[in-house]
């Protein structure tokens, strides 16, 4: 009678994420970012944070940092492509582009890209519960494991001045954010950035979210923020670049095949 032979146990295997290669050239690096940034678009359609003219997200131009990528004025979110991102610089001149661009979106977001070397992106747009929230003056709790990403990492521009036109404006908004990551703009908003323009997306849409979760509860009694070692603890497993921008992958690869037109 001939012996079975037992069958041999897998091998266990490891898997993790993988960070992104270096770009080898700029064109190449200027093309990922333009692409993550009219998928940003798309997403925030999406997701409703579009209204009339208002919202803008910027990415830096690789090869030329006093540079940023912008979408143009009066252009659905749904239907920013790649090629009708405009470049511009520091002083609001289209360099790249054939329309006009958000003139707050502009003071906002050069004053951002110039004292903050390391920003490579910024968003901002009038999401509803971003506007809900931001009318509170108060900072995001600790509420939730999610919210936590945003503990000590924000701050409040206070008080609302109107829409934000003037250099002093975006200069004072600038100085506010400091070297933090995300923005409550009083009465206005909510505003993000990151070392990546997939950071910058993920921020936004999850402080959106986190501000959501917080109107709820605040709604529902009384609230049981989380301690703050604990949350501290957390914010630096969920709320870091690299988290950001992994977070932001099944986002890209979803809208990239429900709309592939958008890399045109």
């Not at 003219?53 to 143009?72: K, Q």
């Not at 990492?153 to 990551?181: C, Q």
């Amino acid at each position: 009678m001939n012996a079975i032979s037992p069958v041999a146990a897998p091998q266990a295997r490891v898997f993790r994420l993988e960070p992104r290669p270096e770009a080898m050239t700029y064109e190449e690096e200027r093309l990922h970012r333009k692409q993550r940034l009219a998928a940003t678009f798309r997403l925030f359609a999406r997701y409703g944070f579009d209204q009339g003219l208002a919202g803008h997200v910027t990415a830096r131009d690789p090869e030329f940092p006093d540079r940023y990528w912008i979408n143009p004025l009066g252009v659905h979110f749904s239907q920013i492509t790649t090629s009708n991102l405009q470049l511009v610089d520091h002083e609001g001149n289209i360099l790249i582009g054939n329309r006009p661009i958000n003139t707050a979106g502009f003071t906002i977001h050069s004053a951002l890209h110039k004292v903050r070397p390391d920003v490579i992106a910024a968003a901002h747009t009038h999401s509803t519960y971003g506007k809900a929230f931001s009318a509170l003056g108060a900072p995001l709790l600790p509420l939730t494991q999610d919210s936590c990403a945003f503990y000590e990492n924000h701050t409040i521009f206070d008080p609302f001045s109107g829409v934000v036109l003037e250099d002093s404006e975006g200069e004072r908004l600038a100085e506010t954010l400091g070297n933090k990551s995300a923005l409550i703009l009083q009465n206005h908003g909510l505003l993000t950035v990151g070392h990546s323009v997939e950071t910058a997306a993920w921020r936004f849409i999850s402080m959106d979210n986190a501000a959501h979760a917080q109107l709820i509860a605040q709604a529902a009694g009384p609230l049981k923020p989380i301690a703050p070692d604990i949350a501290r603890k957390t914010a630096a497993q969920v709320g870091t670049e690299q988290g950001g921008y992994f977070s932001f992958q099944p986002l890209w690869d979803w809208i990239v095949a429900q709309e592939p037109d958008l890399l045109d």
